[in-house]
């Protein structure tokens, strides 16, 4: 079964939107670090979308992630979720055909954006 990874590193934030994406019908797993997040997009379990901040702490950052994953997954769905980042971070150094959204979200426009891009909307 594929999965949608939330890569955030405030737990509570990352148990919010695992929470709500499983309320929509989606499987999730959660990484706290860019580390966990390679570690899970390295493995061969399948994921189908990806939710993750631009901002991370220590390591890379969101930017990084999403361009590892595309590298693994071309086509992969990639949502942006930051408070901090601008948009035109984004429009630099995001992956193209992602969705940048700010913090502080509304979680239904979370979970629409991410139904859209695994065509489940």
Partial sequence: MSRVLVVDDDPHTCEVVVDILKHVGLATVCANSDEEAYEILSSPQPIEALVVDVNLGAGTTGF??????????????????????????????????????????????????????????
């Fill in 64 to 121: 990084d992630v999403a361009r590892f994953a595309r590298q693994a997954i071309p086509a992969l769905p990639v949502i942006y979720v930051t408070g901090r980042a601008t948009h035109e971070s984004f429009l630099a150094f995001g992956v193209p055909n992602s969705v940048f959204i700010e913090k502080p979200f509304n979680l239904d426009e979370l979970a629409e954006a991410v139904l859209k891009r695994t065509g489940r909307a």
